[in-house]
Nanobody, 111 residues
Framework: QVQLVESGGGLVQPGGSLRLSCEAS????????MSWYRQAPGKRRELVGT???????NYADPVKGRFTISRNNAKNTVYLQMNRLQPDDTAVYYC?????WGQGTQVTVSA
């Protein structure tokens, strides 16, 4: 079972940026697609975006044009670059590959 560890969350003002990282315990992102999810307080966990093995990315409508997923296979790490953050982006962000989830990292967007 692969272990996933997210990092990079924090408090940021509206309009700011953050980059989240998801590091896997073994080489896996070159073999399987990977997804980022988020869960806001009182809401269901929702898909943010996905990166395929070939590097194709897809994003949920609320983050299109603002968020970018990228991957560094040599570091077993996938990134979520988040720009022009809004208060509605406040959530715990999770990465997922196959059936494995990370522990989540909190992102808070507030003035």
């Amino acid at each position: 079972q692969v272990q996933l560890v997210e990092s990079g969350g924090g408090l940021v003002q509206p309009g700011g940026s953050l980059r989240l990282s998801c590091e896997a315990s073994r080489s896996i992102f070159s073999s399987y697609s990977m997804s980022w999810y988020r869960q806001a307080p009182g809401k269901r966990r929702e898909l943010v975006g996905t990166i395929s093995v070939g590097g194709t990315t897809n994003y949920a409508d609320p983050v299109k044009g603002r968020f970018t997923i990228s991957r560094n296979n040599a570091k077993n790490t996938v990134y979520l670059q988040m720009n022009r953050l809004q208060p509605d982006d406040t959530a715990v962000y999770y990465c997922k590959v196959l059936d494995a989830w990370g522990q989540g990292t909190q992102v808070t967007v507030s003035a």
